[in-house]
């Protein structure tokens, strides 16, 4: 082909998708305000490319950068909820107008489905809801999606010193996606997930109605615990059960390169580690450093403690079931629960707990995540393997997060979640860069992927499990111009939900038969499943 005809048939694409795309969002603008309320108009939440704070409001909230590069598709428009009635007007113009819906609380996921498609799409941004309300006496929270992990913790610490909530340990999760993927942390050995602990929710379904757990139901509610919100409806907030912390907790965080002795330390943890006293979870997290050596590089672990107890009990623990570890008083900081969770998203400890309201910015790092799930203990020899591989590719880390505990006792089917008892740990693989460009992109999603392959013998198989939260499209994906492909849902839904898959095409097929609100990895409907 000639440049010239080639230049000549990019115009005419682009002016086709104008012409198709245009009429439909204006269509699409004008029956948002015929759905709200005329004292309120919608027009102030609606961003289209004209207005000027668009890319702002796009941005702020996409965490990984490798999903705003100059090809990411981008949406018709941004609807920033401010009322309940925004959610669902959006939810019935998009559904009348065929216009595909992302849903976006925190902008945390990995794989950026919470604002990116490759057919036309709005993004309902629900950041402005976000209304905590603690009601300490009963011991309970009404939490709006859009609230941030860290918000959540401070307005908690506001009311309580003896109460904390089970959730992760980035500070700008939104708890729409968060708590509706599962939502793990360094409690959950004592009190199992996020999911574990929510008693009530309330959604915006298909049709545009807002439901609570009686009226949407058992089944739609256990399914939007751990299942991905996504697939079945809006979240727009959630009840939570506060649970008890001490005034006092104790943090660690030590370190041990691979030459001071990690390897046998390592191997020693993941024995120990899923047994040990439900109050204290260790994380270990390799990373590759410089080492002492000059030019050479060498993989130093991490041992992250948290433990719901004063440092002289944790130290008798330590000293009975994990003496390797070798930690030292001098190694324990004693603080209140909201001051550990500063110190669990990376503050140096004594920063004030007023970082927990930092506002997000637009990501500054280009990233893959992927996880698998570790049944038998890994050998020495396969770790040094490991280590080695990852001198050799650099530019990643580890997370192996302890299970046991609270973990092992609730039932696999309890929510969607299924990775309980049987798991010594979970691990998180993180690919992270700073360059540029697509050749970059490609070059470490291939590094993402071989260290995934290599990893192979030492994991969990049929099916090889994932989580949810730690979304990673390789794992199976559909592509969202077509109909929901069965096979691809059976693909993904096997290692994310196990034998929890089929409750959820059957509640997915029940609530959204015409499969409105899909993504690459939503529940698929079928018929007869
Ligand atoms: C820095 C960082 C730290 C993390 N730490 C942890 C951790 O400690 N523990 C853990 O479990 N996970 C952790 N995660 C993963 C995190 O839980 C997921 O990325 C989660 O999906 C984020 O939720 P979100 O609302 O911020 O994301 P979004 O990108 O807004 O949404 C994620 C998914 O949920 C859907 N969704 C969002 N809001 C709603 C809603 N209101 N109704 C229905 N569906 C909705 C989206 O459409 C999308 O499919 C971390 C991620 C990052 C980037
Ligand atoms: C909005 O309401 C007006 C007046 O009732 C009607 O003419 C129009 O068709 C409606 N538009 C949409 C997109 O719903
Ligand atoms: C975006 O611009 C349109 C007109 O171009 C305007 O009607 C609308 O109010 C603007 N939205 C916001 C949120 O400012
Ligand atoms: C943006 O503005 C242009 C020029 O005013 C207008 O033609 C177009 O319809 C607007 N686009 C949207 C999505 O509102
Ligand atoms: C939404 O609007 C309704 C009706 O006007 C009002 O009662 C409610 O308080 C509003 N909610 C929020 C979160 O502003
Ligand atoms: C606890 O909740 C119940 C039911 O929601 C409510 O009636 C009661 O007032 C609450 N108790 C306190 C002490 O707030
Ligand atoms: C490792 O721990 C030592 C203290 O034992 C500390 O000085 C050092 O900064 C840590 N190294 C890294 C890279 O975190
Ligand atoms: C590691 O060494 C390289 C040079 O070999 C240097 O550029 C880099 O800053 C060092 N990194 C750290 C964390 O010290
Ligand atoms: C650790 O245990 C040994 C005996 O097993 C005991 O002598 C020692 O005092 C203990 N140390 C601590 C700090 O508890
Ligand atoms: C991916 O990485 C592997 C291992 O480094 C290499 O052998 C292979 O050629 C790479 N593939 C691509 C497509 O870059
Ligand atoms: C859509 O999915 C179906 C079912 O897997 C498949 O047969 C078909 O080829 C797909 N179509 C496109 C355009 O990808």
Not at 232 to 260: H, Y
Not at 325 to 340: F, M
Request: proline share 5%.
């Amino acid at each position: 082909m000639k440049p010239s005809f080639l230049i000549a048939f990019s115009i005419f694409l682009l002016t086709v998708s104008y012409v198709t795309s245009q009429p439909s969002i204006d269509s699409f603008i004008q029956c948002l305000q015929n759905h709200s309320d005329s004292s309120k108009p919608i027009s102030a939440s609606v961003y289209t490319i004209n207005n000027s704070s668009f890319s702002q409001i796009l941005l702020t909230r996409i965490n990984n950068r490798r999903h705003s590069t100059p090809n990411t598709p981008k949406p018709l428009a941004i609807i920033v909820a401010t009322n309940e009635s925004n959610v669902q007007a959006t939810v019935i113009c998009a559904k009348s107008h065929g216009i595909q819906l992302r849903i976006r609380s925190g902008g945390h996921d990995y794989e950026g489905m919470s604002y990116v498609s490759d057919v036309p799409f709005v993004i309902l941004d629900m950041f402005n809801l976000n209304s905590i309300n603690i009601d300490v006496a009963n011991e309970t929270a009404w939490v709006d999606a859009g609230a941030t992990t860290g918000q959540i913790y401070y307005r908690i610490a506001e009311k309580s010193t003896v109460h904390g909530f089970p959730a992760g340990a980035g500070l700008n999760l939104g708890a729409g996606g968060h708590f509706s993927g599962g939502g793990y942390g360094y409690m959950m050995r004592k009190y199992g997930l996020s999911v574990d602990n929510i008693i009530d929710a309330r959604i915006v379904d298909v049709n545009g109605k807002i439901l609570d757990r009686k009226s949407m139901g058992e089944d739609v509610f256990w399914a939007i615990r751990g299942g991905g919100g996504a697939s079945f409806g809006v979240i727009l907030s959630w009840k939570i059960n506060l649970v008890k912390v001490p005034e006092k907790v104790t943090v660690f965080r030590i370190n041990k390169t691979v030459e001071q002795g990690a390897t046998d330390v390592v191997y020693q943890w993941q024995l120990v580690a899923p047994k040990l006293h439900e109050d204290l979870f260790i994380r270990v997290m390799p990373t590759v450093q410089n080492s002492t050596q000059q030019g050479k590089k060498t993989v130093q672990v991490d041992f992250i403690g948290h433990f719901l107890g004063l440092s002289d009990r944790l130290l008798s623990l330590l000293n009975e079931s994990f003496p390797e570890l070798g930690l030292q008083k001098s190694d324990c900081h004693e603080v209140s629960w909201a001051e550990s969770t500063v110190f669990w998203a990376d503050y140096p400890v004594g920063t004030s707990i007023e970082v927990l309201l930092n506002k997000p910015t637009h990501g500054s790092s280009f990233y893959k995540g992927k996880s698998d799930y570790v049944k038998e203990p890994i050998s020495k020899e396969a770790m040094e393997s490991i280590w080695d591989l990852m001198i050799k590719y650099e530019n990643v880390w580890m997370q192996w997060n302890p299970y046991g505990g609270r973990m092992s006792e609730i039932s696999s089917s309890a929510t969607p979640f299924p990775h309980r008892d049987g798991n010594l740990f979970l691990i998180q693989y993180f690919t992270l860069w700073q360059e540029e460009g697509d050749m970059f992109i490609n070059h470490y999603m291939n590094v993402s992927r071989t260290w995934y392959e290599a990893m192979a013998p030492y994991v969990s198989k049929t099916p090889r499990e994932a989580f949810l939260n730690y979304r990673d499209l390789d794992i199976g994906a559909n592509i969202p111009s077509n109909e929901t492909d069965f096979t691809e849902g059976i693909n993904y839904g096997s290692k994310l939900f196990k034998d929890n898959f089929k409750r959820l095409v059957r509640v997915k097929t029940m609530v959204d038969p015409e499969n409105f609100f899909r993504y690459e990895q939503s529940i698929p409907t079928h018929p007869s499943y």
